[in-house]
């Protein structure tokens, strides 16, 4: 989903920010089409909020309300400038409790820099390894990973698709569930089942 790209905001270019952004390792473009998200990869989407004199706290968290509404397909994130505590702590509070944003101190544009790269890169680490990924389940549109994943239950002794389905609730990916106890999976499938679920992976 384009998590090797980094779309910015037409209103970033020719500044501070966008030079420091630029630096990174992957592939930045602007894309008019954000409007209130400053920066969006994969389905992440970022804000970035100031602590300026044209515009409150107050302003700031209707500004992220709006966003965090008006675009239900992405994940939000904020960065918040930090160089007042004050300030930071009211946007924090608000993203926390009434949003359930998760938001990034920041005090500069290379600090948002360093955050998107490293970001980026832990996106593109998991899409190269799709088992580790969490994994929503939908029995009538399955993901490419999902069904990876399913196929790999399915191929363990004695374990079919009701069993293959019942651990992948369970066990929202194959390092997790390498890690299940014998006890948890003889409750969730079995002892029989769970036995050789946990030979499969001891062996």
């Known amino acids: 989903m384009n998590s090797n790209i980094l779309f910015v905001n037409l209103k970033w270019k020719g500044t501070e920010i966008f030079d420091s952004i630029s630096k990174i390792q992957f592939k930045c473009i602007f894309d008019e089409s954000l409007n209130l998200i400053d920066f969006k990869t994969g389905c992440i989407g970022f804000c970035y909020i100031q602590n300026s004199h044209q515009a409150s706290s107050a302003d700031y968290r209707k500004l992220l309300a709006k966003v965090n509404n008006n675009n239900p397909s992405l994940k939000l994130q904020?960065?918040?400038?930090?160089?007042?505590?004050?300030?930071?702590?009211?946007?924090?509070?608000?993203c926390s409790i009434e949003l359930k944003i998760q938001i990034i101190p920041v005090e500069s544009g290379a600090n948002i820099a360093q955050y998107?790269?490293?970001?980026m890169m832990s996106e593109l680490q998991n899409e190269k390894n799709p088992?580790?990924?969490?994994?929503?389940?939908?029995?009538n549109d399955q993901t490419v990973c999902s069904q990876l994943y399913l196929n790999c239950l399915k191929n363990i002794p004695k374990i079919g698709e009701k069993n293959a389905q019942t651990i992948l609730r369970a066990y929202k990916n194959l390092k997790s569930l390498s890690k299940a106890s014998l006890d948890e999976m003889t409750n969730l499938i079995g002892a029989s089942n769970a036995k050789a679920v946990y030979e499969f992976f001891m062996n």
């Open 78 to 94: 904020a960065f918040v400038d930090y160089s007042n505590r004050e300030f930071f702590a009211s946007i924090q509070e608000f």
């Open 116 to 119: 998107l790269e490293r970001h």
């Open 131 to 139: 088992f580790t990924k969490d994994l929503t389940i939908n029995t």
